[in-house]
């Protein structure tokens, strides 16, 4: 078996997939972890897999489902996984695959129920993190609107703890067009603001239905004019001192109470 090194042409044209700009134009990104190397083989947009010799034994099922799938596997030296990594201590097995994200349209399908809206986000971990929690509470999409962050980031992929290839993720630069198309889709249209009309604990009727959630950036929140474009303005009560709710733990709660709230409405 060869080893791979850092200036073996595979591992160099890999090492790319690190840029953003090199993601758009190949069509390719970077999956590293067991978990989400994994999660990427089930869905089934693995092109080939790199690993450092020292994780074969913790990552044999892994390699085994990749063969078995007809997937080039390629041992690596410690030096080219740590070229393929943007963490610290790199887990030693990175996949390459085809981008995962879809159009639009694509998304939100027909009928759907509940969509998380990231707005011009622009942190990959908090990307990720909303991606997991739609994942967990069955939400049909996730639709990135505006200037936000590439959703096959390395951080927001890890973030993402494998959920990136549960559910369909969209990309869409104008705000306008993308609110627009959820309106089309039949949703309801909901802004988180601190000074929202409506308290999320008096909600669960207008949160029964087909429901669209918008979650702002984490410094500035949502532009006042994309908030007041939305159908209804909802405050997360806070009964404590604390001056506010990070994207992530604001986009956990309301989308856990839409899930709840439709259950419900399903059950009765």
Not at 53 to 72: C, K, Q
Not at 218 to 228: I, N, R
């Amino acid at each position: 078996m060869d080893m791979l090194t850092e200036r073996t042409p595979r591992v160099v044209s890999a090492v790319k997939l690190l840029r953003a700009s090199e993601r758009r134009k190949s069509g390719l990104f970077l999956a590293e972890g067991t978990n989400s190397v994994t999660e990427a083989l089930g869905a089934g947009v693995v092109r080939e897999l790199f690993y450092a010799e020292d994780s074969a034994d913790r990552n044999g099922s892994v390699l085994d489902a990749a063969r078995s799938a007809g997937i080039r596997t390629h041992a690596i030296s410690a030096r080219a996984a740590k070229g393929l990594s943007d963490t610290v201590t790199p887990p030693g097995i990175v996949a390459v695959c085809r981008l995962v994200d879809v159009a639009l349209g694509d998304a939100l399908g027909v009928d759907p129920t509940l969509i998380a809206v990231p707005v011009e986000v622009s942190e990959p971990g908090n990307a990720g993190t909303v991606i997991r929690v739609a994942d967990a509470v069955g939400a049909d999409a996730v639709v990135l609107l505006g200037d936000s962050v590439d959703p096959h980031n390395g951080k927001c992929v890890r973030a993402s703890a494998g959920s990136l290839f549960h559910l369909p993720i969209a990309r869409e630069r104008s705000v306008e067009q993308g609110l627009g198309a959820l309106r089309a889709s039949g949703m309801k249209i909901l802004a988180t603001a601190a000074d929202g009309e409506i308290d999320l604990d008096d909600a669960d009727e207008l949160l029964s239905g087909p429901t669209a959630w918008l979650f702002g950036n984490e410094a500035h929140g949502l532009d006042a004019t994309v908030a007041a474009s939305a159908d209804h303005r909802v405050r997360i009560p806070i009964h404590g001192r604390a001056e506010s709710l990070n994207l992530a733990t604001a986009a956990a709660i309301c989308l856990y109470s839409s899930a709840r709230a439709q259950r419900r409405s399903r059950n009765n």
